[in-house]
């Protein structure tokens, strides 16, 4: 679907030392904010998943946008937050990614994710 974040997920856990997932947007961002998670983000989310996590993360210090880096639009379902000091480099590898149907490409699949 277009809210699949397969391809992203593959990407970055190759540019990261580990990519966690808890299943609850409010407890990654408060998560983020209390530097237990350095960043997070995601897509396909409703606004009652984000919107305390949002305001805890802000409070703490912590930046929340777009993948782009532009104002966070909460009607778009479309996250990044982080504690600021990877914000443009996690929003850069958010562009840089390729689309799912390069992952999901026979053979290099494997090679890929």
Request: charged share 15%; aromatic share 10%.
């Amino acid at each position: 679907t277009v809210d699949n974040n397969y391809a992203e997920f593959c990407y970055l856990t190759h540019l990261t030392q580990g990519v966690r997932r808890s299943g609850s947007a409010a407890m990654d961002l408060a998560y983020v904010a209390c530097g237990r998670l350095d960043g997070y983000w995601e897509r396909g989310l409703s606004p009652w998943d984000v919107t305390a996590g949002v305001v805890i993360l802000q409070e703490a210090g912590g930046i929340v946008t777009a993948y782009d880096g532009s104002p966070f639009q909460l009607e778009t379902g479309r996250i990044l937050a982080t504690n600021g000091q990877i914000h443009a480099s996690l929003s850069q590898a958010l562009q840089n990614v390729p689309p799912i149907e390069v992952w999901a490409d026979g053979d290099r699949f494997s090679k890929l994710c």
